[in-house]
T-cell receptor, first 113, second 113 residues
Framework: NAGVTQTPKFQVLKTGQSMTLQCAQD?????MYWYRQDPGMGLRLIYY???????DKGEVPNGYNVSRLNKREFSLRLESAAPSQTSVYFC????????????FGDGTRLSIL | AQSVTQLGSHVSVSEGALVLLRCNYS??????LFWYVQYPNQGLQLLLK??????LVKGINGFEAEFKKSETSFHLTKPSAHMSDAAEYFC???????????FGKGTKLSVIP
């Protein structure tokens, strides 16, 4: 009963390094999302994938890229990490669209020095 | 774009007291609204979901929310707080026909023994 699985759980990077955050869901959901959570800011949408084969920008896409690898997997890439990208990153999925409840992973805590 | 306002970033109540967490939405006609809960070091979990036509929505763990169109509000309540209710609570609005879920900035609930 895994739901949404995110890897890694913790990561420390140096400014300028790159990395990919992985997300996989086993609920046969069509839509997947990447959010960042910062203190006092709530959750902000970075990118989403309405269905397999499509991706779109959210509220804060700058500095990030995504890949919807297949129906199960949706990855988030930081090409050149900056300290402003220090945050907790959450992946979520829903049956189809934001009108359906979203199921969240436990997050990746990313620190960029 | 829609906005979600949660009044009070931090609310403290005594164990057994009424819990009231406030949320105001901006969508002209919200077909859906959500409340999510986040326990420390975890992802968000769905508490309850409003769908068009309902006024009082019951969720998990004894929580409920009342939709008031005239006040553009969707406040969350629980008659008697438990220690286990200590968490952060988020109100969210998907807007109409959107893949983007807009979250409020969250209210952290503390329960005093």
């Amino acid at each position: 009963n895994a739901g949404v699985t995110q890897t890694p759980k913790f990561q420390v990077l140096k400014t300028g390094q790159s990395m990919t955050l992985q997300c996989a869901q086993d609920m046969n959901h069509n839509s997947m999302y990447w959010y960042r959570q910062d203190p006092g800011m709530g959750l902000r949408l970075i990118y989403y994938s309405a269905s397999e084969g499509t991706t779109d920008k959210g509220e804060v896409p700058n500095g990030y890229n995504v890949s919807r690898l297949n129906k199960r997997e949706f990855s988030l890439r930081l090409e050149s990490a900056a300290p402003s990208q220090t945050s907790v990153y959450f992946c979520a999925s829903s049956i189809q669209g934001a009108n359906q409840p979203q199921h969240f992973g436990d997050g990746t805590r990313l620190s960029i020095l | 774009a829609q906005s979600v306002t949660q009044l009070g970033s931090h609310v403290s109540v005594s164990e057994g007291a009424l819990v009231l967490l406030r949320c105001n939405y901006s969508s002209s006609v919200p077909p859906y609204l959500f409340w999510y809960v986040q326990y420390p070091n975890q992802g968000l979990q769905l508490l309850l979901k409003y769908t068009t036509g309902a006024t009082l929505v019951k969720g998990i763990n004894g929580f409920e929310a009342e939709f008031k169109k005239s006040e553009t509000s969707f406040h969350l309540t629980k008659p008697s707080a438990h220690m286990s209710d200590a968490a952060e609570y988020f109100c969210a609005d998907p807007g109409a026909g959107s893949y983007q879920l807009t979250f409020g900035k969250g209210t952290k609930l503390s329960v005093i023994p």
